[in-house]
């Protein structure tokens, strides 16, 4: 298969925006001052093996052979995610299709399963792909994600190697130890964050337990019932220890951080990864970084000094720019098959 030269080693190289001084400028002006992209989705369902459903939400033209993206979002996120929208809106422009996926319970409703999801869910990951593909099997298909989403996503790549399903992907501030990122949000400022994680997944667990309660699945709730009470949680060492891991069959967190981390994948990757990365975000250590000796030779490390946890703003203040959403269309269209 032919494909496009390289163009795209940086022509126009990420400057953060002087306005937006240091990494927590940077992560929170998106989610706090961006107004939403105007941009509709048509919705799809798709009913999983074993009875839950993830929702998936298309943008772009319908055309069955356009190139497509999954776009997969962060932890409490969702395809309404303001740098999922960007992306989608940057992708139809430039004629290309996406999808943006609902990890389970995102979507708007609540899935019908005790599990959820989690930093590892790549059999979740594994299914959409598969899905994708059967429904567009002429169209090239791509993979971005980001924070999490990033995670879940090398984790499959590093998993099922040439037989990912995907022509090539990108990542978006990884946490790729998820032990260090739990150790590095509890530090500082950056605990304002995991208190807002806290607040929304502990939530999440509580609005479960009643559903099951009114809807009378006594099973479901006892589940959720066994796992203690949530309230009081404040670290991710403790939702992962008394939620995550023994609902989704890990022996504890540190069971869980182990197999999960996308960090361990890395070397096995067998298609072309972009992996971009800001030495100061404020969730990862950046003595957590891969090295060299840790990649695999498919993949390309873009680590910027400045950046924030998915963040990467630049221009002026009163037109911000999204390095995102050029660099990554720009990347995966050269890596697109001649037409």
Known sequence: MTHRPDTTVNDAPFRPAWWLPGAHLQTLW???????????????????????????DWHGPD???????LVLHGLTGSSRSLYVLGLQQALAARGWTS???????????????????????????????????????????????YSLG??????????????????????????????QCADRIALGFSRLYQAHFMREMCAYVQDKRRLFAEQGHAEHLAALERLGPVQGLRTFWEFDGRVTAPLHGFRDAHDYYRRASSYYFLGAIRVPTLIIQAADDPFVFSHGLPQSDT????????????????GFIEGPPGKPEYYLERRIPAWLEDRAPLP
């Open 295 to 310: 990649l695999s030779t498919q993949c390309s490390l873009e680590l910027h000094a400045q950046g924030g946890h998915v």
């Open 150 to 179: 990033g995670n879940v996503l090398l984790k499959h790549l590093g998993e099922s190697g040439a037989d990912c399903g995907l022509q090539a992907a990108v990542a978006v501030s990884v946490p790729f130890r998820l032990d």
């Open 30 to 56: 998106g989610p706090l001052c961006r107004r939403p992209p105007p941009l509709a989705h048509r919705r799809e369902r798709l009913w999983l093996a074993d009875g839950d459903f993830l929702d998936l």
């Open 63 to 69: 055309d069955p052979a356009a190139p497509q993206v």
């Open 99 to 145: 999808v943006a996926l609902n990890w389970r319970g995102c979507s708007g409703e609540p899935n019908r399963l005790p599990r959820a999801y989690h930093s590892g869910s790549s059999d979740d990951l594994a299914a959409v792909i598969a899905h994708l593909g059967a429904k567009r099997p002429l169209a090239p298909l791509y993979a971005v994600g």
